[in-house]
C-alpha cells in the first residue's frame, strides 16, 4: 500500500490570524482602558465576562442600553487614513442615546472585526473609544478583537458599541408630561457627526469631479471638518438634570431633526422650529449646496447644526439654557411646541 505524504503543518497565522498581534493590541489597549475606570468596575478587560456593580448611591436603578455603529463615516477614515476619532463617534452614538432617558451610561464595550489585524490602526481607533469613555464617564470594561481573513477588504475594518446606563425608576424621561408652550433648546452639534454620511460621500465625489474641494470650512482643515467626531453631551446634560425639571431630551442622529424629535412627544403635540433662530456652519451650508437639497431634506437628512434638544417649561427656559452654556454648551432657543393639529410632528418655518 502507498503511503501518502505528510501534510506541510498549517499554523493559524498561515491561515490568516496573527494571535501575537492580537495580544499585541490588547497590551496596548490596557493603560487605555485603566484610565476610564470608574465607580462600580468590579473586574473589566481580559476576562471571559466582564463585571461591574451598580453603583449603591441608586434606590430603584433602572438599567438602559444602548448599541450603534459609525455607518459609512468609516469609508473615509479608511480612504484619508484618520482612525483616531471614529472611536469617540462609536461612543457617542450609544451613549448619548442613554442620556435621552435621563440616564448616566456607566459602561461600555466595543467590537472591532477585520480581515487582517494592524495593531497601530485598531490601536488609534481603540484610543477614540477609551477617549470617548473618559469624557463621558463610562467604563471600558471589555469587548471583542475579530480576525477574520476574507470577510473584510485590506485595510478596512468595522465597528459596533454597546453602552449601559442607570436611571432612578422616578426619574426616567418619556416626555409624557410635555405640552404646548413648552419650549425647545438646541444644544451646537459639532458637525455632522455620524450619520448621512452616505450623502456627504457622494458630495465629496462631486466637488472633487468639479474640482472645487474647499481647503477649509468652519476655520479647520477640510478633511477635518468633515471627520469631526460626534460631540458627546453626557456630562452637561446630567448636571443640568441635577437642578432643572427637564422634561424631554432627543439626539439628533439618523433622521435629523424632522425624524428624531417626534420620538420624544406625546401624541397631539407637534415640535414649531423657528428657521434661522440657530446658525448653519458653513459645512452645512456646503453639503446643502453640493447636493442641492431643500431645508426639509436638509433637516431631515442631518443634524444640521443641532446635535441634542432639551424640551422645558417656559418658566424653566431661561435658567436651564444658562447651566448649559456655562458647562461649555452652545445654546439656542429654536422653538416651541404647539398643538398637532393637521401639521407635521416637526415644523420648521
Known amino acids: 500500500m502507498t503511503q ?100 448616566e451610561p456607566l459602561f461600555f464595550l466595543d467590537y472591532f472585526a477585520c480581515g487582517k489585524l494592524d495593531v497601530d490602526t485598531a490601536a488609534a481607533v481603540v484610543g477614540g473609544i477609551a477617549k470617548g469613555c473618559e ?30 446606563g442607570a436611571v432612578e425608576k422616578s426619574k426616567i424621561l418619556t416626555g409624557a408630561d410635555v405640552k404646548p408652550g413648552d419650549v425647545v433648546l438646541g444644544l451646537a452639534s459639532h458637525g455632522v457627526h455620524s450619520n448621512g454620511f452616505s450623502l456627504v460621500r457622494k458630495c465629496i465625489d462631486r466637488a472633487e469631479a468639479a474640482g472645487n474641494v474647499p481647503a477649509t470650512l468652519d476655520g479647520k482643515p477640510f478633511k477635518q471638518a468633515i471627520m469631526e467626531p460626534t460631540r458627546l453631551y453626557v456630562k452637561n446634560v446630567l448636571a443640568a438634570l441635577a437642578v432643572h425639571p427637564i422634561k424631554a431630551l432627543a439626539h439628533i442622529t439618523g433622521g435629523g431633526l424632522l425624524e428624531n424629535i417626534p420620538r420624544v412627544l406625546p401624541e397631539g403635540t407637534a415640535a ?31 443634524n444640521n447644526g443641532i446635535g441634542m434638544v432639551v424640551v422645558v417649561d417656559a418658566a424653566n427656559a431661561e435658567a436651564t439654557a444658562a447651566t448649559l452654556r456655562a458647562a461649555g454648551e452652545s445654546v439656542y432657543t429654536i422653538g416651541s411646541i404647539a398643538p398637532i393639529g393637521n401639521s407635521a410632528a416637526v415644523v420648521v418655518a
Open 135 to 164: 469624557l463621558s464617564g463610562c467604563a471600558l470594561i471589555g469587548g471583542e478583537t475579530a480576525e477574520m481573513p476574507g470577510m473584510y477588504p485590506a485595510g478596512e475594518y468595522d465597528l459596533a458599541g454597546f453602552a449601559v
Open 272 to 302: 414649531h422650529l423657528v428657521k434661522g433662530s440657530w446658525p448653519q456652519s458653513e459645512l452645512f451650508a456646503w453639503l446643502q449646496a453640493t447636493a442641492g437639497i431643500d431645508d426639509i431634506e436638509m433637516n431631515r437628512t442631518f
Open 4 to 103: 501518502s505524504a505528510s501534510p506541510t503543518p498549517l499554523s493559524y497565522k498561515d491561515a490568516g490570524v496573527d494571535i501575537v498581534a492580537g495580544d499585541a493590541l490588547v497590551e496596548r489597549i490596557k493603560p487605555l482602558a485603566k484610565k476610564t475606570m470608574r465607580e462600580g468596575v468590579l473586574a473589566g478587560i481580559g476576562g471571559f465576562g466582564a463585571l461591574f456593580e451598580v453603583p449603591k448611591r441608586y434606590k430603584e436603578p433602572v438599567l438602559v442600553s444602548g448599541t450603534d455603529g459609525v455607518g459609512t463615516k468609516l469609508k473615509l477614515a479608511f480612504e484619508w487614513n484618520m482612525h483616531d476619532t471614529v472611536g469617540i463617534d462609536l461612543v457617542a452614538m450609544s451613549v448619548n442615546d442613554v442620556l435621552v432617558q435621563g440616564a
